[in-house]
C-alpha cells in the first residue's frame, strides 16, 4: 500500500521465517528484544527480571548481558550503559510457520488480569496496521501494574496475540506441549475456533493465541522509576549465547 | 470487532461530532490534549511552546494553564504540578464533519521533514486498529527531532492524516482558507484525489489531508530532556478559555 512504511506484521514474518528454535532440545535461533539500562541499575534491573520470571509475567527467563563497547548485530552498547537480550514472543510465531501451521500475527496490547486469570485486551494495537512495535511503545505509558498482578494476582500485564487455523488444532497444541519445558513459555490462552479469545476476535476458521510479552519485566522496571529503552524484534541470535536468570 | 476495545476511529468521531469551532470567528467548541509538567518546569515549558508555534511546528498557539488542584471534566491537577491545555487536531477532524465533508481519519505517525518541506511518513499507526492515540505513544519514543527541524528545517515531526471525498474538493478548500486566520493552523499538505499523500495511500475517490500534530511541542519538551505525560483528546472546551501564548 504506501511505498515506504514497513508495517510491523511484515516485520514479523521477516524474524519468524528465520526462527530455527527447538523448544524440546533448546537449541536454535529465536528473536531477542534488546533493552539498555544504565549500569548503575544492572544489580536491580537483573533482580526485577528474575522476579518477573518467578512471578510467571515473563515469557522466558533466558537472558544476556552485554556490556559497554559490545557489539552485536552492528549495534555497540554505548558507555555507561548495559545490554539486556531478552526473548522477544516473535520466536513463538517463528515456531508456529516451522511447523507450517498457518498463523496471522494480530496485535499487542494490555490484558487485565484478575485473581491470575487472564481476562480480556483493553489496549490493543493492530500489527498489520502500525510501523512500531505495539508493546514497544505500550511500554512507556504507564498503563501497565505488573507489580500489582505479580503480588495479588490483579492488575495489567503486556501480551499479544495471533490466530491459528482451526484445522491445524493438533499441531498446535503439539507445540503448546513442548513450550511447557522452560525455553518460553507464556501461553495465555488459546480460543476455541471462530471465538474470540481475549475479548479480541479472529477471522473465521480461525482461533486466537495469546501469550505474555517479552516486555513485561521492563513494565515492571518502569513502574519503579528505572528507566529502560528498549527495541523490540532487535535481532536473531543463537539460543545457546543466553542463559537462564537463575544460573547467572 | 472486539466488544470491549474502542478503536481510536471512533473516539475521534465522538469528540469531532461535538465541535463547534468556527475559525473566522475564533468562537465555539475544540478538542483539546491534557498535559502534565511539573510546575518547575512551566516557565521552561512555556518557552518552549511558544519557539514550536514560531517556528511552524505546532498547529495552534493557543494554551490555557491549570494549577495544582484544579479541576478539568473531573480531574484535579496533582500537586506539584501544572495542566497545559492545547489544541488536539482532532478539532480539524470536527470542522470538516461539520462542513458535511466526508473524511475519514487515518492515522498518526512521524513525518520526515528536509529543508523545510514535510516529504513523507517514515511511521504511521492507524486509527482503525489502535485503541490509545498514535502521537500519544509516538511522543515518548525519541523518534522525534524537532529542534532540528525548527533549527535547520531537517529532521522529523509528529503529524497525522485524513482523507476527504474528492467531490468535496472546493469545501475542502474553503475550510483551509478559513485557517490560514490563526486560531488553528498546521496543515501540511493536501494531496491528490487517489494519489498517496506524504506516501500514505488513499482510499479511490479520496484525497489525503496531512496536518501538524498537537503534540510536537511536548516532543520537544521531552527532546530537552523534560518530563511531560499527556493524554491525547482529553475533553471539549470552549475556544475563548484559552489564549494565544504571545498573551501570557
Known sequence: MSEFLRFVSHQ?????????????EGTGTVVYNLSLVRVEDL?????????TCEAGVSPSSLIRILYAGEELDG???????CG????CSTTLDGLLLQRGIPSNPIGGGVIEVAENIPKRF?????YEYTTIDPLQVLVSQEITSVHQVMKHGNGSILGN??????????DVEEVLDELTEG????ILDLGLPNTPCLGVAVDPQYMGLAALGGTNWMAALREEGISVTMQAMKG??????????SQL
Open 12 to 24: 514479523i514474518e521477516d524474524f519468524a521465517m528465520q526462527v530455527t528454535f527447538n523448544p524440546v
Open 43 to 51: 544489580e536491580q534491573t537483573i533482580s526485577v527480571f528474575r522476579a
Open 75 to 81: 549495534f555497540v552498547i554505548p558507555q555507561n550503559f
Open 84 to 87: 539486556i537480550l531478552t526473548l
Open 122 to 126: 483493553t489496549h490493543l494495537i493492530k
Open 161 to 170: 496475540i495471533r490466530e491459528c487455523h482451526m484445522e491445524a488444532e493438533d
Open 183 to 186: 525455553y518460553f513459555t507464556g
Open 236 to 245: 536473531l541470535c543463537d539460543i545457546s549465547t543466553m542463559e537462564f536468570v
